[in-house]
């Protein structure tokens, strides 16, 4: 997989975590969520879970940028 694609599959999960807090706010925000919005989350989770599982098999598992900068401030 080339960097290009793991940037890719990066930006892609961020986007997703970004829509699984929206979802999340929305949810909690509800007097009587529905299921239509749990589903929609629980899509949400698994396509994170697939990005996760495709950039590990790639050997590049996702890392937040505060974790990068925590392990480069160590060295």
């Known amino acids: ?9 990066n930006a892609a999960r961020e986007s997703l975590v970004k829509r699984r ?4 706010r929305q949810l909690s925000e ?6 239509e919005m749990a589903e929609e989350l629980t899509k949400i989770l698994v396509a994170i879970e697939a ?8 050997g590049h598992p996702y890392m937040s940028q505060g974790v ?3 392990l480069r401030a160590e060295d």
């Open 1 to 9: 997989m080339t960097s290009e694609e793991i940037q890719e599959l």
């Open 21 to 24: 807090r929206e979802m999340a």
């Open 30 to 35: 509800a007097p009587l969520p529905s299921v």
């Open 51 to 58: 990005l996760d599982r495709a950039l590990n098999e790639a």
């Open 68 to 70: 990068v900068d925590q």
